[in-house]
């Protein structure tokens, strides 16, 4: 009787532990026959079908998992509109190939929180794109609009032959269609997050800006390549496109990691940019902007700070920071940046400018002197015009361990105007000019 007495009082004991183990084993069983959450599993056009896994997966999972086989019979996803991507949102691109179609004239993903007539967006947090295995991103084989916002489209006999700020589109002298090109360029942009990732892809004839950040905190970006020159073949044709940068930090990107980037660019593999515009600012959610947010630089929240850039390899410019007026970019560390001509593509113009830029004089009031500081550039090599090209007064840098191997300055570091005179605390170490083997 003890025993039988003993054994009930265990079995009551234990029948909780036995309830929650059941209950889990219950769970597991169903999201392992669940599967993860995938377009595949909808009704609708690749872009509807994404839309609705993000849908359905940001109320449970978090998580969707595009792959390679398209239920549609195909591998690859063509995109009509922006796929719209919400706080705590995670998007993995399995061995996927995601394409612009050629009626899309839209980013390929967007923050939700921006767009044309949001005038007051919020913070959006914790967003990922994570490339599995091979995964590319494609511009439309015709796209209806590339460059940046301050181009006007044309044809593709001009886009070859003009001199003016324009860039090729299909929407060139189409009736009723924008006629200048507009943010919506931009493949990936992401405006008021806080906390981003975005790891493993290939780009490749994005429509400008490859990447693009608005007001972006705590980022990582890693193992990216771009294929983004300055010309696509449309027909059989190699046809002119401008401003083809791989990534772009504008007002407010704060607290950024970005590491191993290798790009063939048409424009600046990467782009710091804080322009104070003033009065010529535009607001939020204008579709005749180069930015989704309002270009105007309000005070310190939208200066660029505390970026680490390492390992870039490119065939153009490397690293390029602009300021104008009261905006300051500041404590950025560079640390390995190639700059070497590809001779199988020939760089734009005339070949690379500098490896890395400090300074502005193209956009907006000239920068107030020393907003620019605290920039440590280390082990750097390039072949442009210059190595390092100091276009505005700065101060607190050092520059370390560079081998300039062009034969057009006269030093590896090259200060236009008086910015040699008006910079403050400046040190060049180890800086050498060398001829290219």
């Not at 300051?328 to 070497?340: A, C, W, Y």
Request: aromatic share 8%.
């Amino acid at each position: 009787m003890i025993f039988f007495s003993r054994l009930k009082a265990e079995h009551r004991t234990l029948r909780p532990l036995f309830c929650t183990i059941t209950l889990w084993l219950l769970w597991l069983s169903t999201v392992h026959a669940a599967g993860p959450v995938t377009p595949n599993d909808f009704k609708g056009t690749d872009t509807e079908r994404i839309q609705k896994a993000i849908d359905k997966a940001k109320n449970h999972a978090k998580t969707i998992t595009i792959p390679a086989f398209n239920a549609n019979g195909t591998m690859i996803w063509k995109i009509d509109k922006a796929i719209l991507l919400p706080s705590d949102m995670t998007i993995l691109l399995d061995n996927c190939v995601l394409q612009l179609s050629d009626s899309c004239r839209d980013n390929l993903f967007r923050s939700d929180n921006a767009g044309e007539g949001i005038t007051n967006p919020v913070w959006n947090k914790n967003i990922a794109l994570i490339g599995i295995g091979n995964v590319i991103l494609k511009g439309a084989n015709n796209p209806r609009a590339t460059g940046d916002g301050l181009r006007r489209l044309v044809s593709a006999d001009d886009a070859n032959h003009s001199k003016e700020r324009i860039s090729y589109g299909s929407d060139a002298g189409i009736p009723g269609r924008k006629q200048f090109s507009d943010w919506r360029n931009f493949m990936i942009l992401m405006a008021y997050v806080d906390g981003f990732k975005l790891r493993n892809i290939r780009f490749e004839y994005a429509h400008s800006w490859a990447v693009t950040f608005e007001r972006v905190r705590h980022a990582a970006l890693s193992d990216l390549v771009f294929f983004t020159p300055q010309f696509r073949w449309i027909r059989g044709e190699k046809v002119a496109t401008y401003n083809n940068d791989a990534i772009n930090l504008r007002e407010g990107c704060k607290y950024f990691q970005i590491t191993n980037i290798t790009g063939i660019n048409g424009d600046d593999c990467i782009a710091l940019s804080a322009l104070d515009l003033g009065a010529a600012y535009h607001s939020n959610g204008n579709i005749h902007s180069y930015q989704v947010t309002s270009t105007k630089h309000q005070d310190t929240r939208d200066d660029i700070e505390q970026i680490y850039i390492t390992n870039i390899k490119t065939n153009y410019t490397g690293v390029a920071l602009r300021a104008s007026d009261s905006a300051s970019i500041h404590h950025v560390f560079i640390n390995g940046v190639t700059s070497i001509a590809d001779p199988e593509i020939p760089p734009p113009y005339n070949g690379s400018p500098y490896t890395v830029l400090l300074g502005n004089l193209g956009y907006g009031v000239p920068a107030t002197a020393h907003k620019i500081h605290h920039i440590y550039v280390s082990n750097i090599t390039g072949d442009g015009a210059t190595l390092i090209e100091i276009k505005s007064p700065v101060a607190d840098c050092v520059f370390m361990n560079g081998v300039y191997t062009g034969s057009k300055a006269a030093a590896p570091v090259t200060y236009q105007g008086q910015t040699r005179e008006l910079s403050q605390h400046i040190r060049e170490v180890n800086l050498v000019k060398t001829e290219a083997p």
